[in-house]
């Protein structure tokens, strides 16, 4: 089945404690993106990929990393968790990131820091 | 600036008539507009996409116009059903293409379809 797999689902954390979220689809899509969705504020994007070892920074980077090794994983990195970070986060794909391709997403990480 | 404008409050709709929601945008130039539908707790589903030269694409029970000059579009749902029940987002690119990197979200609308 063609999807986009995000795990964990729910994580409690810390703050300062460093974690992955990590992303993987199995479509052989090219493009591959981070977004944070809270309450009010709609979906915003964190940073996004077009292909392997090209990244670059959406809306709101800042407190965020991510990388982009293998077409496949897109993984989230938070070095220094803070209680601002508390959000739904979602990955997506997309065959191609021009042209209006529409996303597949994830079906979300709910980060809570404390 | 851009701003991409749904209906923040909730969209009641009796079961079996017409739904319509609204995405208005203000300094974009879309080449394309994208409709998802999002469940509580679940990553957006796409879809539809509609292109700057299409006034109108369905699908099944779905309808999108689009309408540049009025920088607007209309999302319909005909013969509405409880599950159609869901939060639908419009999303839009733009012209200078960028693409999905370029892809911008509204709030959404939450519809309520009432059995």
């Known amino acids: 089945e063609a999807q986009v797999t995000q795990n964990p689902r729910y994580l409690i954390t810390v703050t300062g404690k460093k974690l992955t979220v990590t992303c993987s689809q199995n479509m052989n899509h090219e493009y591959m993106s981070w977004y944070r969705q809270d309450p009010g504020l709609g979906l915003r994007q964190i940073y996004y990929s077009m292909n392997v070892e090209v990244t670059d920074k959406g809306d709101v980077p800042e407190g965020y990393k991510v990388s982009r090794k293998e077409k496949r994983n897109f993984p989230l990195i938070l070095e220094s968790p803070s209680p601002n970070q508390t959000s739904l986060y979602f990955c997506?794909?997309?065959?191609?990131?021009?042209?209006?391709?529409?996303?597949?997403f994830g079906n979300g990480t709910r980060l809570t820091v404390t | 600036s851009q701003k991409i404008e749904q209906n923040s409050e909730a969209l009641n709709i009796q079961e079996g008539k017409t739904a319509t929601l609204t995405c208005n945008y203000t300094?974009?130039?879309?080449?394309?507009l994208q409709w998802y539908r999002q469940d509580p707790g679940r990553g957006p589903v796409f879809l539809l996409l509609?292109?700057?030269?299409?006034k109108e694409k369905r699908k099944e029970r779905l309808k999108v116009t689009f309408d540049t000059t009025l920088k607007q579009s209309l999302f319909h749902i005909t013969a509405s059903q409880p599950a159609d029940s869901a939060t639908y987002l419009c999303?839009?690119?733009?012209?200078?293409?960028?693409?999905?990197?370029?892809?911008?979200f509204g709030k959404g609308t939450h519809l309520i379809i009432q059995p």
């Open positions: 997506a794909s997309s065959p191609q990131g021009y042209y209006g391709s529409p996303l597949h």
């Open positions: 999303a839009l690119t733009g012209s200078s293409g960028g693409g999905a990197d370029g892809l911008t």
């Open positions: 509609i292109r700057e030269n299409e």
């Open positions: 300094n974009y130039s879309p080449a394309y």
